[in-house]
């Protein structure tokens, strides 16, 4: 009879111990954590500010202190719940290391890494005249920083039954606009998301990870382009805030938000 009372009063340990665990994650779901990196301007801003205004509490990404109050500033004067500023340099991986260790201490809720920074290379360079310089620069900002990154905050995304998303353009080389240095570390970086979420559906992995192309959007990173298709941060913000809270699962999906309409 004893051993019977034993194996009893052990299950319900168990099962109290998982109701915990549930509620934990119920608890942290409530709680919408994002930190969007190269927040202080262009789409990354109008991603937080969007964000922000539909419910979500906000971490800036930036690589400059003074840039990065200046954006808090603004956003909090829109109302949006900005809880600090982190510093991304994904250039420096060491650096990173230290961003992903601060996030996990001040902010244990974040559930939503939106990997927006980036650098444009050369974009006025034809492709064989692109220097291997620029070639690489480009690709350790853009993919290689941003894998560093990514890796770093999968166990917190993990532990918040989180998103990581891709602010990207396509593979498919477009006949329009193709600077050699940026559209390959685009493709390597769209590469990237399509092996974890694959990695993360076979193992069952509680992470999702998708990718997204704003579409053609007037920012400092085209020289302000505003060509007729071009939309501007505070329309490519609202429907990417759109997506983001659409409630459907979107597991290594590559998904457009304006499509570039080809010419005939």
């Known amino acids: 009879m004893q051993e019977i009372l034993n194996i009893f009063d052990k299950y319900v340990v168990y099962l109290h111990a998982k109701l915990k665990h549930k ?7 409530m709680k919408k954590t994002v930190l969007v990196t190269g927040a202080n301007k262009g789409i990354g801003f109008g991603i937080a500010k969007h964000l922000g205004l539909s419910g979500w509490s ?6 400059n202190e003074g840039r990065a109050e200046e954006a808090i500033s603004k956003l909090k004067a829109e109302g949006v719940d900005v809880l600090g500023w982190v510093n991304i340099e994904l250039a420096d991986t060491k650096s990173l290391e230290s961003a992903a260790k601060e996030v996990a201490e001040k902010y244990p ?6 990997n927006n920074a980036g650098i444009p290379g050369n974009m006025a360079l034809e492709g064989r005249n692109t220097p291997l310089d620029d070639i690489r620069t480009t690709l350790d900002v853009n993919f290689v920083g941003t894998f560093a990154l990514t890796k770093l905050f999968i ?3 993990e532990r918040n ?36 979420a694959m990695e993360f559906q076979q193992k069952g992995t509680d992470i999702e990870i998708f990718s997204v192309h704003p579409g053609p959007t007037t920012t400092d990173l085209n020289g302000n382009m505003a060509l007729p298709g071009f939309h501007d941060i505070e329309t490519v913000g609202a429907k990417m ?6 409630g459907k699962s979107h597991q290594g999906e590559f998904i457009e938000l304006y499509p570039i309409v080809k010419e005939d």
Request: aromatic letters at 4%; charged letters at 10%; zero cysteines.
């Open 155 to 157: 166990p917190i995304i």
């Open 23 to 29: 509620l934990t994650n119920i608890g942290r779901k």
């Open 58 to 63: 906000v971490i800036i990404g930036a690589r």
């Open 109 to 114: 809720t974040l559930n939503l890494l939106v």
């Open 161 to 196: 039954s989180g998103r990581i998303v891709n602010v990207t353009v396509p593979s498919e080389i477009s006949p329009y606009w193709h600077p050699l240095a940026y559209v390959t570390s685009k493709a390597a970086q769209n590469a990237m998301m399509g092996v974890l």
């Open 241 to 246: 805030a759109e997506l983001l809270n659409d």
